[in-house]
C-alpha cells in the first residue's frame, strides 16, 4: 500500500493551486486533502480552540474543515487520515512567502504544524500571475518533495518553497531574506466620523542580499529555504548568562 501524502493550503479547498500541488505529488503516494473551506490567508500558526470544527467530504479523498491551516493539519495528522502521512505538502499558495513575512503565512503555518508533528514538510508558493497556471511551480514541488521522501529532513526543520510566476530558471538553496520597514499605515475617517487604520497597503521593500530567497526569486530562480521552529538564540542565551542572577537579585529584593 502506497504511502499518505497530505495536501493542504490557506487559500481554501477551491483554490486551483491546491489543485495543482495534489496533481504534482499525485504518482509519489496517496495523496489526501485537507483543507480550510474558505479563504485563510495570513492567519498565520493560528489554531481553533473555542468552537467545534466541522469535516465536510468534498470528493474523493478530498475534505474540507471550517478552520485554519493549522487546524487542518492536527485533524488529518492526528485522527482523520488512514495512517501517519510520510509528507506534509502546503499550497500551491497564490502569491509568495518570503524573507520575514514566512510568520504571517498560513501555508508556511501548515508545514511547521507538521514538522512540529513530526512529518517531513513543505510549504510552497508561487508569485502573483493572476489564475494563471502552475505547472512549474508544480514540476518544482514534485522535484523537492521526491529528494524530501528519499533523504528526509532534519529534526524542526521544514522547506520553504517559492516558485516565480513564470517558468523558472533553474533552482537555488537560499536563505531568508529580509523587509524593508518604510510602510507607513493609512488612516482615514468612517461616514459616522471615526478613525479606521489599514496595515499592509502598499507593495513590500525588500533588501536584495545575495543568496536571500527574495533574490532568487527576483532573479527567476525557484528558492528552496530550510526553517528551523526551534527559535532559540542561542549565541544570546549564552552572552545573556549574567542577566539570571542579576534578575534573581533584584527579584529577591522586591521580595523583601
Ligand atoms: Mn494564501
Redesign the pocket.
Known sequence: MPAVILVT???GVHAAGLSALAAALNDLGDVYVVAPDREQ?AVGHALTLHRPLRVTQVGERRFAVNGTPSDCVNLAVLGLLPERPVLVASGI???SNLGDDVTYS??VSAAMEGTLLGVPSMAVSRGEAGEGNFDSAGAVARLVASRVLVEGLPAKTLLNVNVPAGPAGGIRMTRLGHRVYREKIVQETDPRGLPYYWIGAGPPEWNEDEGSDISAVNRGWASVTPLHLDLTHYGALGRMADWESGLNSLLRKRAR
Open positions: 493550503n490557506d487559500d490567508s499558495n497564490h502569491g498560513g501555508t
